[in-house]
């Protein structure tokens, strides 16, 4: 059984369009993130969370927009979608927000903007 | 910032052979040093990982070496099977606080059978 639940796993959107990148973890984690990679770039981190609050933020976008409802979800919603959007974002989840742990991620939502 | 290298980019071998990953990272303010497998289509997965005050660490057919003075790291895989076939990625973070992990672009091994 996966811990960690990203939704959809596929997404294909028109350039304009906002979306919602779902994220739910059964682990018991205090601390959640959420990454992109692109053939372009390495992993890159965009959003961390501990306790539903806004840790760190490395996205120069306000397109991005991380949404806690509760402890074990972090969604993203993005707006006015580009095709240089178009990777894959990875939710990840650890025991704290201290980065001297290892992660659990997510499989993996594949956008692609058209 | 930091900046986390890995060589080589990729790695083809044959079943049976071992494997060496090399990373480097430019922070000495590094200290701890976790390591992933991604297979194609999959979840990053942990694997093994090392702290700023070991050298070694050792885990099935996994060897970590870490250099503190070269700021280098090395992943060691022997008796490589089709199933290690992966991307695999270095990352390096710091103590405390809000430093999140800094990745390397990962080495992708393909093991032939």
């Known amino acids: 059984d996966p811990k960690i639940i990203q939704k959809p796993k596929y997404l294909v959107a028109v350039t304009g369009s906002e979306k919602i990148l779902i994220c739910e973890q059964y682990?018991?984690?205090?601390?959640m993130y959420w990454y992109r990679q692109s053939a372009k770039k390495p992993l890159e981190f965009m959003f961390s969370?501990?306790?539903?609050?806004?840790?760190d933020n490395q996205t120069a976008s306000s397109r991005f927009q991380p949404q806690s409802s509760k402890k074990n979800h972090l969604d993203l919603q993005i707006t006015a979608l580009k095709p240089d959007d178009s990777a894959t974002y990875f939710c990840?989840?650890?025991?704290?927000?201290?980065?001297?742990?290892?992660?659990?991620f997510g499989s993996g939502t594949r956008l692609l903007v058209i | 910032g930091e900046q986390v290298e890995q060589l080589p980019s990729s790695l083809i071998v044959q079943e049976g052979a071992s494997v060496l990953i090399n990373c480097s990272y430019t922070?000495?303010?590094?200290?701890?040093f976790p390591w992933y497998k991604q297979e194609p289509g999959k979840r990053l997965q942990f694997i093994i990982d090392?702290?700023?005050?070991?050298e070694r660490k050792q885990t099935q057919r996994l060897t970590l070496l870490f250099d503190k003075k070269t700021k280098h790291l090395s992943l060691h895989i022997t008796a490589t099977q089709p199933g290690d076939s992966a991307i695999y990625f270095c990352?390096?973070?710091?103590?405390?606080?809000?430093?999140?992990?800094?990745f390397g672009k990962g080495t992708s091994l393909v093991v032939h059978p």
């Open positions: 990840a989840s650890s025991q704290t927000g201290d980065p001297n742990s290892d992660y659990t």
């Open positions: 682990l018991g984690h205090n601390a």
């Open positions: 969370y501990s306790y539903q609050k806004l840790m």
């Open positions: 922070d000495s303010a590094s200290v701890y």
């Open positions: 090392i702290r700023s005050n070991m």
């Open positions: 990352s390096a973070s710091k103590r405390g606080g809000n430093y999140k992990p800094t």
